[in-house]
DNA sequence: TTTACAGGTGTAAAAATTACACTTAATAGC
DNA sequence: GCTATTAAGTGTAATTTTTACACCTGTAAA
């Protein structure tokens, strides 16, 4: 035990909303915790950060090691003090939001033993924790976000036809879109790159597919846009 | 040296971006270190978050002992948990930006030995720790936010003309506004109150005062609406 | 060959935003 | 007390943006 303070000091944690978007819905990620409290409840995944390590370099690790995603958009979200957070003893939980392309990863755990599962986020199980605040928080923020920000690319394949993505944007938003108008402030924004192939896999008509252009959305997102549906 | 842990736990501090308007320019209270590190630079105001205490609690008490400033709107930022922001041990900073009336307030310190003082936004001197960092931050958050929510309010007297809250908007944009398109799109909102009483103090044409409704303001903040200027 | 189904496309009406200039009420200086 | 100065206050027309809306197309399955 050779750490030794004159008051008393919190532990430090973070958490991840993980968000999917799958079978035409926004899914988030979960796992089963193994150990007290809150034994075999759902919960964000997450840990400590270690003596070494920044915020954004634990949360890497965690989703790492808990569901082996990587390279995925990870953005800071808020930080949780309340002090019976946790009732062992103090624990500040810093709470990231990540966006992954489902398609890219596996179907939901990957490493360790705790069991990982992906949920919709309107039936989501009671949570550990204030994980269900952290949730509700994230939830906030992300469709808050994609009103300015086209961060929804981060959830769809890399090649994704516009249906899809009107899909994405009604199911964040909980609405539904106008087909037009949808695609005609979609493509102004002179974001997508149309490709020379179409989606094939449907019994139906095939369609356009796209890329993002990973360049112009930097250049764009340093002056500031709206992109507003 | 009682408290003792098995890994080395970073220390949790907070740190507060306070801004005020005066004299038609957005202005960020800054508090003179009277000890190293950084002795005699100017810093954020702050201090350790107490085992007993919410982050929230954490900051307010902090602005009460080191400013005297209370009542006021206070809103989470961003932490910053960089491996070596404070040369001493790793430190936590949960950092929240603040607004203040400032003609409610004493004109710069109030209580502590530590010198106070107010520097507008675009003159502060260099800044202890990642300072500088986290004020950059504060200042594209409250124009990103006021464009959203109109927290103006809370920098303004209480009792305030329309050309005061033109100037406030075009000190914290940068830009110029135009003053008929200003006036109806803010009284559009119908959050103003106008009240009976002229501004006297100036020498020339007496301007009619107003006052916001946090009635309306807070019904209106629930479904969530834009102000765009 | 027909049917089912998502893909794809344009225009007109309505609403919101912008640009713009003069009169008014008070004080200060002569 | 007359004049100059200063900010207060006010409306409309042009432009731009947003919204609402319906039919034809291409493929696969029946």
């Not at 964040?172 to 490709?195: C, Q, S, W």
Request: net charge neutral.
């Amino acid at each position: 035990m050779p750490f030794t303070y004159q008051y008393r000091r919190a532990a430090l944690t973070v958490d991840c909303v993980v968000f999917g978007f799958d079978e035409g819905a926004l899914k988030v990620l979960l796992i089963r915790r193994g150990i007290e409290p809150y034994q075999n409840r759902w919960a964000l995944p997450g840990g400590f950060v270690r003596p070494d390590e920044t915020l954004d370099a634990a949360a890497l690790r965690e989703l790492q090691e808990e569901t082996g995603l990587s390279e995925i958009y990870l953005e800071q979200l808020y930080t949780f003090g309340g002090i019976d957070r946790d009732p062992r003893e103090r624990v500040i939980s810093v709470a990231y939001f990540a966006l992954v392309r489902r398609a890219d990863h596996l179907p939901a755990a990957a490493t360790d033993a705790a069991e990982a599962a992906w949920f919709e986020v309107e039936k989501v199980p009671s949570l550990a924790f204030d994980h269900a605040e952290i949730l509700r928080l994230a939830l906030e923020r992300l469709r808050g976000k994609i009103r300015w920000q086209p961060v929804g690319f981060e959830l769809l394949p890399r090649k994704f036809t516009l249906t899809q993505f009107q899909a994405l944007y009604e199911a964040i938003l909980g609405r539904e879109l106008d087909k037009r108008n949808f695609r005609k402030k979609l493509l102004a924004l002179d974001l997508l790159v149309p490709l020379e192939e179409f989606s094939t896999a449907a019994s139906r008509r095939p369609a356009q597919l796209f890329r993002f252009d990973h360049r112009k959305y930097q250049a764009l997102t340093r002056k500031g846009f709206i992109f507003d549906l």
